[in-house]
T-cell receptor, first 115, second 113 residues
Framework: EAGVAQSPRYKIIEKRQSVAFWCNPI?????LYWYQQILGQGPKLLIQFQNNGVVDDSQLPKDRFSAERLKGVDSTLKIQPAKLEDSAVYLCASSLEFSLTDTQYFGPGTRLTVL | SQELEQSPQSLIVQEGKNLTINCTSSKTLYGLYWYKQKYGEGLIFLMM?????EEKSHEKITAKLDEKKQQSSLHITASQPSHAGIYLC?????????????FGQGTILTVHP
């Protein structure tokens, strides 16, 4: 079974530029998550989708970050414009269902460096 | 909001030694997950504990959940260089936050051959 796919793996941009990340979850997984992991910290949830609807985006900086999951499969996370503090690894995860105990499986992540 | 504290923050051991990593929650645990991460890469799921007193093992890694103490421990027996990496515990916040995982800051494990 194929795992969670993410691209690109690495991205370097100048501050104030825009960037987009793509995620393809495990086939059949209804729930998709985007996490931000700053160096030396644990991942922090940015947004959670159930199929193509947003369940939780309380920690998403909506003035610059946006995310969509069209057709309930692939998802795109965008930052516009980027700031220096956005340098982090952006992780996508998916789970089969929407429950307290469903396991989340993570992709390899996209390492973003903002100069 | 729920917070998870891991200890130690980093650990250096000689190959063959046993070690334990702890994860303590500030709130009730509805499910406790252990993941391993290689530097700059994604998280690899190790195991999930749900019930108080539950213990699970996979190869040389054993995890336990003490519901009363709101704490979990991860024990590695006879460590190997392949065990090196960052170990993260994650917990479900429960309530209306289904699926939302809060993570500890991670424990960096180095195993010297």
């Amino acid at each position: 079974e194929a795992g969670v796919a993410q691209s690109p793996r690495y991205k370097i941009i100048e501050k104030r530029q825009s960037v987009a990340f793509w995620c393809n979850p495990i086939s059949g997984h209804a729930t998709l998550y985007w996490y931000q992991q700053i160096l030396g910290q644990g991942p922090k949830l940015l947004i959670q989708f159930q199929n193509n609807g947003v369940v939780d985006d309380s920690q998403l900086p909506k003035d610059r970050f946006s995310a969509e999951r069209l057709k309930g499969v692939d998802s795109t996370l965008k930052i516009q414009p980027a700031k220096l503090e956005d340098s982090a690894v952006y992780l996508c995860a998916s789970s089969l269902e929407f429950s307290l105990t469903d396991t989340q499986y993570f992709g390899p992540g996209t390492r973003l460096t903002v100069l | 909001s729920q917070e998870l504290e891991q200890s130690p923050q980093s650990l250096i051991v000689q190959e063959g030694k046993n070690l334990t990593i702890n994860c303590t929650s500030s709130k009730t645990l509805y499910g406790l997950y252990w993941y391993k991460q290689k530097y700059g890469e994604g998280l690899i799921f190790l195991m999930m504990l749900q019930k108080g007193g539950e213990e699970k093992s996979h190869e040389k890694i054993t995890a336990k959940l003490d519901e009363k103490k709101q704490q979990s421990s991860l024990h590695i027996t006879a460590s190997q260089p392949s065990h090196a990496g960052i170990y993260l515990c994650g917990a479900n916040a429960g309530g209306t936050s289904y699926g939302k995982l809060t993570f500890g800051q991670g424990t960096i494990l180095t195993v010297h051959p």
